[in-house]
């Protein structure tokens, strides 16, 4: 059995995916679910929260909420985050997480993580342009956090997200 607060961020975090799946669907996206919870049972996804740390695990822990497509905006996969601290400079992200989607642009594949604020604004970019303020550590272990540590994202490298998608619209034949 997993604790309340392991259980409020789960739910945080799928109001957080159906924001993000609503908002794209309305903006003429074509999206699918691919994140582990659309097919893993939740004693794998235990497994895979709690043990071993290989490629292939990692991979499968991290993989995003969606793929979506927009016949001007490239296929890329969309991860959702909820924000829970109104008023900061920064979003937080899973240390972990960070460094598997880094690890997907690296195979030539796009991930944008969009964030979902306290106002129920959504802001986005491309992992790799989010840019890292500080490293957190103090949950590491802690049933309530992610058993890693933490990166603070500076709201400075996000767009809202109509913005991000009005930037990176493809252009007639298929270059942004």
């Given amino acids: 059995?997993?604790?309340?607060?392991?259980?409020?961020?789960?739910?945080?975090?799928?109001?957080?995916?159906?924001?993000?799946?609503s908002?794209?669907?309305?903006?003429?996206?074509?999206?699918?679910?691919?994140?582990?919870?659309?097919?893993?049972?939740?004693?794998?996804?235990a497994v895979l929260r709690r043990g071993p740390s290989d490629p292939m695990c990692r991979a499968l822990r991290h993989?995003?909420?969606?793929?979506?497509?927009?016949?001007?905006?490239?296929?890329?996969?969309?991860?959702a985050k909820n924000n829970t601290r109104a008023g900061t400079r920064f979003f937080a992200l899973e240390q972990a997480f960070h460094v598997e989607?880094?690890?997907?642009?690296?195979?030539?594949?796009?991930v944008v993580v969009a964030f979902r604020?306290?106002?129920?604004?959504?802001?986005?970019?491309?992992?790799?342009e989010l840019a890292v303020m500080?490293?957190?550590?103090?949950?590491?272990?802690?049933?309530?956090?992610?058993?890693?540590?933490?990166l603070l994202i500076a709201r400075t490298s996000v767009l809202p997200l109509d913005a991000f998608i009005e930037r990176n619209r493809l252009k007639k034949g298929g270059a942004r």
């Fill in 63 to 79: 993989m995003p909420d969606f793929l979506a497509e927009r016949h001007d905006f490239p296929v890329a996969y969309w991860d």
């Fill in 101 to 110: 989607q880094l690890a997907r642009v690296g195979k030539g594949e796009r």
């Fill in 23 to 45: 908002v794209l669907l309305g903006r003429g996206f074509r999206v699918a679910r691919s994140g582990q919870e659309a097919w893993l049972s939740p004693e794998l996804y």
């Fill in 134 to 150: 500080a490293e957190i550590d103090r949950f590491r272990g802690n049933w309530s956090g992610s058993w890693s540590p933490f």
């Fill in 1 to 21: 059995m997993q604790p309340a607060e392991f259980q409020g961020r789960l739910a945080l975090g799928r109001q957080a995916e159906r924001a993000l799946q």
């Fill in 117 to 128: 604020d306290t106002d129920g604004r959504l802001y986005a970019n491309w992992v790799q």
